[in-house]
Nanobody, 117 residues
């Protein structure tokens, strides 16, 4: 079964850090561009970070640039999102996406991140 499973979310204080993981099963991530999206209540889903299949290029939303880092370990079939200096505006469900040209993308089910005092 093709599946992406996110983990690492939870409750964190403002200024704290979390590292999210996304593990693929049923396919190999090595040929896919990977990205993280998030969706807060009442808001549209937005792109947070993306990384090319080989990990040579990354892209970040302006709101997270300098605070978040996307990385991947193709041997472990895993992509990560390191989140530092978190604020309440980062509260959302975070989703992992695997994309390849000419193919329908795969999505995970999401992991909740809550930043609150």
């Amino acid at each position: 079964q093709v599946q992406l499973v996110e983990s690492g979310g939870g409750l964190v204080q403002p200024g704290g850090s979390l590292r999210l993981s996304c593990v693929a099963s049923g396919f190999s991530l090595g040929s896919y561009a990977m990205s993280w999206y998030r969706q807060a209540p009442g808001k549209e889903r937005e792109l947070v970070a993306a990384i090319t299949s080989a990990g040579g290029s990354t892209n970040y939303a302006d709101s997270v640039k300098g605070r978040f880092t996307i990385s991947r370990d193709n041997a472990k079939n895993t992509v990560y999102l390191q989140m530092n200096s978190l604020t309440p505006e980062d509260t959302a469900v975070y989703y992992c996406k695997a994309a390849r040209v000419r193919r329908t993308a795969y999505w995970g089910q999401g992991t909740q991140v809550t930043v609150s005092s």
